[in-house]
Structures are given as structure tokens and as C-alpha cells.
């Protein structure tokens, strides 16, 4: 869609914007290119609500789905860094309770191998429906949260649930709320304005959010007077009342894995902070070896040691979409038959971490080499055809290209 297109559009009624927007395409498409120094390029296409006709910006917080995951990893380290938290210890000493795999029970879980995504949980049991005032360990108890094949450290299965247990040990070790503790270990140093689950945010940062659509009808995020009435998943018939909230009972209430809303200008600012080893703008958040250790690869496909796509959005995926992991970190391109790891097409290793939830599709990804990278999403964009090249969708592949056209 052209950007003579968009501003026809955003002048029409609203109801014409809503029936113009075509079903074949994203709703919203925003795109930044970044260097070491700062921004280089922006595109942004397409409304961030068709209702009101308000068009997507750089600046608008979306939420960027699993690319959370990377942010919540710099915390983490900002931790380890402080000898707050060891990756390596077994994390049941962080959580106050054994987490075990009832058939390995000798073997520790450590923050390593969750972040890793080698502890052996899976996420079908559930990982984020727990409501405020309810411990999460109760998943635990379920059998099928459990990888029965494979011990901890030996298998890669992407699994959300990791997040939620390393968000209670964050809390444990802190006594501070997840979502403020994120922002008080990485969002306000780097100047951010963004926030998990919407509570940490203010009202007017909220109604600038960009909706999350499935066939053109919202699912997420149309906060037109503000922030939320209610943040966190509660039970039925229950308050809000985010005064129940205790360390290291539900680390899911804030979704650690997928709940960050943050704008492209602040993704590449992500990105950024990795591009420079753990400073960005004079601010050092991260010691270079701690960067490092976190995009080093902890597992690498060898054909059968991992289930190389998320299982509830990979189905049917002939090639593999993870074949490179680090701590909360993908790496693309890797060089071998079966993988599919390379939306940009040309073959160069990139770090960061793909999005993908409620229609948008999302990424960050940086080339160290080069010093440049791309932090792009678009909504409504799960009925996106598969890749002409590779195991993400045609629209990550075209907006991935593009940015690699303009290093």
C-alpha cells in the first residue's frame, strides 16, 4: 500500500476506511532500519485503527509478541550481571519450590535452559491463563507440561511457559513486580516508552496503540480512552485488585513472553543496544561478555535434537523455522539442508527474535557484522502465504528484504 494511499484514506469516513482496507493485506505495516548510531531509514503503512482511521506511526506501541522474550532476557542479565541471579544455578533456589521433570528428577533446571528453551516443559498444559490471586506452580501438577522424551538440557521445544517461571524468579530474587521491575532494569534507562500488559504505562501512551486485528475485526489493544480497565487474566466474577499480587506466585500476569508493547523507534533502539555490545545513547545497561554469552547459540539443529517450529503456529512447516537459539536470542541463516532460517534471502547471520500472535507477524533482527538492522511488524498478517524461501511468511520475507535493500 502506497503512502499516497494512506493519507487518501485516513480522509475518508471511517466505515469507508474499514471496507476499502483490502482482506489481502496487512492492515498496518511499520519498518525502521537502524545502525549503530541510530535510525537510518522508516516506513509506515496503513492504519493503527481502522475504526477511527488513525494511521500507524514508528512511535506507536504495538505488541511485538515474542520478541518480548529478548527484552525480558536483557533483564535477566542486567540481574546476572549484578550477581543477582546465576544462570547456571538450579532456578528452584529462585523460585522456593523444586522444579523437577518427574522423569528426571536428579537433573536441575537452570534460567539457562529455560531461556534456552532445554528445560523439557511444554506449553500444553497452558502458560498464561492463570488469574491474579493463584499460583502458577499449579500447572506443574498436569502431566502433559512435560516432554516424557527427552531429560532437561537435551532437547529444544520453544515453549512459552519458560518465561512465566524465569518472570517469578526476576520477582523472587527482587520482591519487585515484574512489569515494574522491567522498567526499572531496562525501560527507563534506554528512555523508553513502553510496558508489559499495559499497567505500567500511562493512559495517553496507551491510546496511541496500535490494534491487533484478525480478519479486520480487533482482538487486541483498542484502547481508545486509555489504559485497560483490567491488565492481568482475573477469575470470573473477581476484581482487579493488583494489590493481591505477590512475588513469585504467577509470573504470567504480566507475559513475560509476548505482553510488551513497544513502538518500531523502540525495537531498534533494542537493537541498537545489541549493535554496540551493551550500550546505546551513553547508557551502558549490559557488560559486553554478558551480551555475548546471551547471542552465543546454546542449541543448534542437528537434524533431530529439537522440534524447530512453535507448535501452535507451525503446523505444517517442510522447513525448519529455528535452528539456531541463545538465551532468548534466535540466529538466522544457518547453514544446513532442512533449515529455513533466512527470511532475508542472502545467507548472513543475523540475531534477534521473530513475533508472531493475534495477526501480527514481527522481528528484530540485527546484523553484527555489518552494524545494521530492521525492527519491523504488521498486523492482520496471519493469512500471509508461506515464504517463496524460507520458513517465515511472504510478508516477514518482503519486509525483511526490504530493509536489507536499504543497509
Not at 537510518?40 to 514508528?58: C, F, H, I, N
Not at 499460583?135 to 511457559?161: C, E, M, Q, S
Request: glycine share 10%; hydrophobic share 40%.
Amino acid at each position: 500500500m502506497s503512502f499516497r494511499r494512506i493519507r487518501i484514506l485516513a480522509l475518508l469516513p471511517c466505515l469507508a476506511v474499514a471496507a476499502i482496507a483490502s482482506a489481502g493485506e496487512p492492515v498496518a505495516q511499520v519498518r525502521v532500519a537502524f545502525d549503530r548510531d541510530g535510525i537510518t531509514s522508516t516506513r509506515a503503512e496503513g492504519m493503527a485503527d481502522l475504526a477511527t482511521g488513525r494511521k500507524a506511526t514508528a512511535d506507536d506501541p504495538v505488541r511485538v509478541a515474542s520478541i518480548s522474550k529478548l527484552v525480558t532476557a536483557i533483564g535477566v542479565m542486567r540481574l546476572v550481571d549484578a550477581g543477582t541471579l546465576d544462570l547456571d544455578a538450579d532456578v528452584s533456589r529462585y523460585l522456593g519450590w523444586s522444579l523437577r521433570h518427574p522423569q528426571f528428577p536428579d537433573t536441575p533446571i537452570t534460567l539457562r535452559l529455560l531461556l534456552s528453551h532445554r528445560s523439557s516443559l511444554t506449553d500444553a498444559a497452558g502458560y498464561y491463563a492463570t488469574p491474579l490471586g493463584q499460583p502458577l506452580k499449579g500447572i506443574l501438577d498436569d502431566p502433559k507440561v512435560w516432554d516424557d522424551a527427552h531429560a532437561p538440557g537435551a532437547h529444544f521445544r520453544y515453549t512459552n511457559l519458560n518465561f512465566p517461571l524465569v518472570a517469578m524468579a526476576m520477582e523472587n530474587v527482587t520482591g519487585e513486580r515484574f512489569d515494574r521491575l522491567m522498567r526499572r532494569l531496562v525501560l527507563e534507562p534506554l528512555k523508553l516508552d513502553a510496558c508489559y500488559n499495559w499497567e505500567s504505562c500511562d493512559d495517553a501512551t496507551a491510546t496511541r496503540a496500535v490494534v491487533l486485528y484478525r480478519d479486520r475485526q480487533p482482538v487486541r489493544d483498542e484502547n481508545r480512552t486509555g489504559r485497560p480497565p483490567c491488565s492481568v487474566v482475573i477469575a470470573e466474577g473477581a476484581d482487579c485488585d493488583l494489590a493481591r499480587w505477590k512475588a513469585g506466585e504467577n509470573g504470567a500476569l504480566f507475559s513475560p513472553q509476548g505482553g510488551l508493547r513497544i513502538p518500531a523507534n523502540g525495537l531498534a533502539k533494542i537493537g541498537r543496544l545489541l549493535l554496540n555490545h551493551g550500550e546505546v545513547d551513553g547508557v551502558r545497561l549490559l557488560a559486553p561478555d554478558t551480551v555475548a554469552a546471551m547471542l552465543t547459540p546454546q542449541w543448534t539443529f542437528d537434524g533431530r535434537n529439537g522440534v524447530t517450529h512453535e507448535e501452535d503456529t507451525g503446523d505444517g512447516q517442510t522447513k525448519a523455522f529455528f535452528c539456531r537459539y541463545g538465551l532468548a536470542v534466535q540466529t538466522l541463516a544457518t547453514p544446513a539442508k532442512d533449515c529455513g532460517d533466512d527470511p532475508f534471502g542472502d545467507g548472513i547471520a543475523r540475531v534477534g527474535h521473530a513475533g508472531d500472535a493475534y495477526g501480527l507477524l514481527s522481528g528484530l533482527w540485527v546484523d553484527l557484522k555489518a552494524g545494521t538492522g530492521v525492527a519491523y511488524f504488521a498486523t492482520d498478517a496471519g493469512g500471509s502465504p508461506a515464504g517463496d524461501h524460507s520458513a517465515f511468511r511472504r510478508i516477514e520475507e518482503t519486509l525483511a528484504a526490504d530493509a536489507a535493500e536499504r543497509r
